[in-house]
């Protein structure tokens, strides 16, 4: 059994910048695909990226291309979500989840985190 926890969300000005964390444990876990979703209020969850277990394959979301930067440390057990450049409509509860493959859809992950709150100001 895999165990996701969040961390580093909070509140910054549009233009800002914040470094999501996602610390796992349990299970093989540097052999999952590590992905990052994002739910904001009243939407339904998406997509926002996702690293293979190596490192060497990256997925993004068209809207946080540029911007966002996925990386994982299999060494700590940890990946990450630098996001740069940061927008209001980038305000969501962010979310880490672990996948046997590397999809953008999130039935295709098994293990969840309980997600970390991220809010944009204007």
């Known amino acids: 059994q895999v165990q996701l926890v969040e961390s580093g969300g909070g509140l910054v000005q549009a233009g800002g910048s914040l470094r999501l964390s996602c610390a796992a444990s349990g299970g093989t876990v540097s052999t999952y695909v590590m992905g990052w979703f994002r739910q904001a209020p009243g939407k339904e969850r998406e997509f926002v990226a996702a690293?293979?277990?190596?490192?060497?394959?990256?997925r993004y979301a068209d809207s946080v291309k540029g911007r966002f930067t996925i990386s994982r440390d299999n060494a700590k057990n940890t990946v990450y979500l630098q996001m740069n450049s940061l927008k209001v409509e980038d305000t969501a509860d962010y979310y880490c989840?672990?996948?046997?493959?590397?999809?953008?859809?999130?039935?295709?992950?098994?293990?969840w985190g309980q997600g970390t709150q991220v809010t944009v100001s204007s």
């Open positions: 690293v293979s277990w190596s490192g060497g394959r990256i």
């Open positions: 989840a672990a996948s046997q493959n590397l999809v953008t859809n999130l039935v295709g992950y098994e293990y």
